[in-house]
């Protein structure tokens, strides 16, 4: 099982950037999906949540400017971030909350994916 993070990059002050997060594998089901940033020197920090049936939440840093949608049939989840600010820059990584099939069973694990950088000009 892999989450495969993308879509980060350098951009100014005020702009826009789409992150795409994609989980390959022998899944059996998805649940919550997250994104957490981490910026230098500090903890990776929750910021968007949707939920297998498409429940958003947001931490109040980024309400209103970040959206959080996934796309079930193709196991990928997104992230448009508008109006960024140079405090959103640090590496983007996302989580799931996977059911994959094995030889003994299902199992269900949280599974990290290996982050993309969004740097923010100021």
């Known amino acids: 099982v892999q989450l495969q993070a993308s879509g980060g990059g350098l951009v100014q002050a005020g702009g826009s950037l789409r992150l795409s997060c994609v989980a390959s594998g022998n899944i059996f089901s998805i649940a919550n999906m997250d994104w957490y940033p981490q910026a230098p020197g500090k903890q990776r920090e929750l910021v968007a949540t949707?939920?297998?049936?498409?429940?958003?939440e947001y931490s109040d840093s980024v309400k209103g400017r970040f959206a959080v949608s996934r796309d079930n049939a193709k196991k990928t989840m997104y992230l448009e971030m508008n109006s960024l600010k140079p405090e959103d820059a640090g590496v983007y990584f996302c989580?799931?909350?996977?059911?994959?099939?094995?030889?003994?069973?299902?199992?269900?694990?949280?599974?990290w994916g290996q982050g993309t950088l969004v740097t923010v000009s100021s």
């Open positions: 989580k799931a909350d996977l059911t994959t099939r094995t030889d003994w069973g299902f199992v269900r694990n949280d599974h």
């Open positions: 949707i939920t297998s049936i498409g429940i958003r």
